[in-house]
């Protein structure tokens, strides 16, 4: 159980796969106690809960998971049951980009709702931070030679990245009229043991194995670049932030926006070149055909990128470079194949 001296987060998404590697991070790092939000009803499991609690045998008393859809907002008895929490991470949304263009209402829906209720419950539960977990994606495309700056404008291309700037916008709204302590961290494109297979790194790994054809988003002209972020260094800003940063409270005239932050991976590779990284990383002929994702996915960005020197000058370094933090997620997964 918590102690008197110990921090209560309240972390949602906590079986998704950015949340299951903040929760872990926060167990080896503190001795927090985490009360953890699921519906099981997207793409969270238990089986990531379980893998980062097999890391030591004392974690399962520091870590209650609670149940529930946060479309719905938190039933009252649910809310004591809960209680007040000193950071409230919301890291949980829907994320897939495909199946928001494919059927984008009640994608869009579920995650505004979500962070309504989430807000809801902190007006009412006054952490010390709340903290919403967002994207790159908000920003829309990034021009060659151009990385965004924290309160870039904001120009989605896709319902999931308009899903995303919807909770941002309300999440500053809360920061406004009810004095919520927000924090807004925008993310780079994530990777790490335990991703979905639907994404890029985990597909790519699975058909390189079996010898197959990986499909690469781009043309002969043009193929899309990122900058990857282990999710282990994701959730070290995280835990960075909640540390170091005392969010900025509205003074009209004076603070009229909340604290945000950019955390950003430190290479920014094209889709090829990671294939090919990791081919060779595995040992094996990477085999791919280009794929032009303008005609499948509508509003395809080629390029995300941000500025992340307003974290590095607070202090803030990513603890494992991106080869390194590649090399230990495809051996962790070559060794753990139930995930692909």
């Given at each position: 159980?918590?102690?008197?001296?110990?921090?209560?987060?309240?972390?949602?998404?906590?079986?998704?796969?950015?949340?299951?590697?903040?929760?872990?991070?926060?167990?080896?790092?503190?001795?927090?106690?985490?009360?953890?939000?699921?519906?099981?009803?997207?793409?969270?499991?238990?089986?990531?809960?379980?893998?980062?609690?097999?890391?030591?045998?004392?974690?399962?008393?520091?870590?209650?998971?609670?149940?529930?859809?946060?479309?719905?907002?938190?039933?009252?008895?649910?809310?004591?049951?809960?209680?007040?929490?000193?950071?409230?991470?919301?890291?949980?949304?829907?994320?897939?980009?495909?199946?928001?263009?494919?059927?984008?209402?009640?994608?869009?829906?579920?995650?505004?709702?979500?962070?309504?209720?989430?807000?809801?419950?902190?007006?009412?539960?006054?952490?010390?931070?709340?903290?919403?977990?967002?994207t790159d994606e908000v920003y829309g495309v990034a021009p060659d030679g151009v990385n965004h700056?924290?309160?870039?404008?904001?120009?989605?291309?896709?319902?999931?990245?308009?899903?995303?700037?919807?909770?941002?916008?309300?999440?500053?709204?809360?920061?406004?009229?009810?004095?919520?302590?927000?924090?807004?961290?925008?993310?780079?494109?994530?990777?790490?043991?335990?991703?979905?297979a639907e994404k890029f790194m985990a597909k790519t790994i699975r058909l390189v194995q079996k010898?197959?054809?990986?499909?690469?988003?781009?043309?002969?002209?043009?193929?899309?670049?990122?900058?990857?972020?282990?999710?282990?260094?994701?959730?070290?800003?995280?835990?960075?932030?909640?540390?170091?940063?005392?969010?900025?409270?509205?003074?009209?005239?004076?603070?009229?926006?909340?604290?945000?932050?950019?955390?950003?991976?430190?290479?920014?590779?094209?889709?090829?070149?990671?294939?090919?990284?990791?081919?060779?990383?595995?040992?094996?002929?990477?085999?791919?055909?280009?794929?032009?994702?303008?005609?499948?996915?509508?509003?395809?960005?080629?390029?995300?990128?941000?500025?992340?020197?307003?974290?590095?000058?607070?202090?803030?370094?990513?603890?494992?470079?991106?080869?390194?933090?590649?090399?230990?997620?495809?051996?962790?997964?070559?060794?753990?194949?139930?995930?692909?």
């Amino acid at each position: 159980m918590a102690t008197k001296m110990s921090k209560r987060v309240l972390l949602t998404g906590i079986s998704g796969f950015a949340g299951s590697h903040i929760l872990e991070h926060i167990l080896v790092n503190t001795d927090w106690h985490v009360v953890g939000i699921a519906s099981w009803k997207h793409k969270g499991t238990p089986e990531r809960i379980e893998e980062v609690l097999k890391g030591d045998p004392l974690w399962r008393g520091r870590v209650e998971i609670i149940t529930h859809d946060l479309e719905s907002p938190i039933p009252p008895r649910t809310m004591i049951r809960i209680g007040r929490c000193d950071y409230i991470l919301n890291v949980a949304s829907d994320s897939h980009v495909d199946r928001s263009i494919e059927d984008p209402v009640p994608f869009v829906q579920n995650n505004v709702n979500l962070v309504l209720n989430m807000l809801e419950f902190a007006r009412a539960y006054k952490p010390d931070v709340f903290l919403q977990f967002s994207t790159d994606e908000v920003y829309g495309v990034a021009p060659d030679g151009v990385n965004h700056k924290e309160w870039s404008s904001i120009v989605p291309s896709n319902p999931y990245s308009a899903s995303k700037a919807c909770q941002e916008a309300i999440a500053i709204s809360y920061w406004r009229t009810y004095g919520v302590p927000v924090i807004i961290t925008n993310t780079m494109n994530l990777c790490g043991p335990m991703q979905d297979a639907e994404k890029f790194m985990a597909k790519t790994i699975r058909l390189v194995q079996k010898g197959e054809t990986v499909p690469v988003h781009g043309t002969p002209e043009r193929i899309g670049s990122r900058f990857y972020l282990h999710a282990r260094n994701m959730a070290d800003a995280v835990l960075f932030l909640l540390k170091t940063v005392t969010p900025r409270k509205y003074e009209d005239g004076i603070e009229i926006q909340p604290d945000r932050f950019n955390i950003v991976g430190d290479t920014e590779l094209n889709n090829l070149e990671v294939a090919q990284m990791m081919a060779k990383m595995m040992g094996k002929e990477l085999k791919y055909e280009l794929v032009d994702w303008h005609t499948t996915r509508p509003g395809h960005d080629f390029r995300y990128s941000l500025d992340g020197k307003k974290l590095r000058d607070l202090g803030w370094k990513a603890p494992v470079d991106f080869e390194t933090s590649l090399r230990t997620y495809i051996q962790w997964t070559l060794a753990h194949r139930e995930w692909l």
